[in-house]
């Protein structure tokens, strides 16, 4: 199985400062189609998971362009510029190159 | 609109097993696998398995080869996990889900294992 392995474990961040989340994978997540197969979510307190960037860098739907991808086959970021109160919750990567599906351990982002 | 409506809250006693539902709509079911995934009180994604409503066809994660079954009516669009000898350790909020891009996830449904 693909370890996703997230840090940090949380973060506080000043309204309108930047915050930067981590994920390794354990084994490249590059297809020999070129798509690199790593997406973020994020999950409010509460809710369903909902998707803010898909095949390392793309920007979901809807999603707010504070948020960028970006990374190499087996190192990602997810950065989040200008950081609000609502952008509050718990931030997963998962790969979906392969079965099983496995998430990273999530981040916590929390307001100062 | 693309939905993924789930069923309710559901008590099992340990030991029973428990059935939940999936309503997909706004999209052709089977032109795309559906996703489980668990997630336990607290805790991260833990992907269960998926199936593809087309052919019947599932995957699971090792983890969960005894304790999920996975099925699929075409007839109303419906997606079923079973989770059978619950314990304490099934006490979770299972999503159903299309976790690629567009994604989709259910609401969830918790499920509380208690005597």
């Known amino acids: 199985d693909i370890v996703m392995t997230q840090a940090p474990l949380s973060v506080s961040v000043t309204p309108g400062e930047s915050a930067s989340i981590s994920c390794r994978s354990s084994?490249?997540?590059?297809?020999?189609?070129?798509?690199?197969?790593v997406y973020w979510y994020l999950q409010k307190p509460g809710k369903s998971p909902q998707l803010l960037i898909y095949?390392?860098?793309n920007l979901a739907s809807g999603v707010p362009d504070r948020f960028s991808g970006s990374g190499s086959e087996t190192d990602f970021t997810l950065k989040i510029s200008r950081v609000e109160a609502e952008d509050v919750g718990i931030y997963y990567c998962?790969?979906?190159?392969?079965?099983?599906?496995?998430f990273g351990s999530g981040t916590k982002l929390e307001i100062k | 609109e693309v939905q993924l409506q789930q069923s309710g809250p559901e008590v099992g006693r340990p030991g029973s097993s428990v059935k939940i539902s999936c309503k997909a709509s706004?999209?052709?079911?089977?032109?795309?696998?559906m996703n489980w995934v668990k997630q336990s009180p607290g805790q991260g994604l833990e992907w269960i398995g998926w199936?593809?409503?087309?052919?019947?066809?599932?995957d699971y994660a090792e983890k969960f080869k005894k304790k999920a079954t996975l099925t699929a009516d075409t007839s109303s669009n419906t997606a079923y996990i079973q989770l059978s000898s619950l314990t304490s350790e099934d006490t979770a909020t299972y999503f159903c889900?299309?976790?690629?891009?567009?994604?989709?996830w259910g609401q969830g449904v918790m499920v509380t294992v208690s005597s």
């Open positions: 889900a299309r976790p690629g891009y567009p994604a989709y």
């Open positions: 706004g999209y052709t079911f089977t032109d795309y696998v």
């Open positions: 199936i593809d409503p087309e052919y019947g066809s599932t």
């Open positions: 084994k490249s997540l590059l297809h020999s189609n070129g798509i690199t197969y």
């Open positions: 095949r390392m860098s």
């Open positions: 998962g790969q979906l190159l392969e079965n099983p599906l496995t």
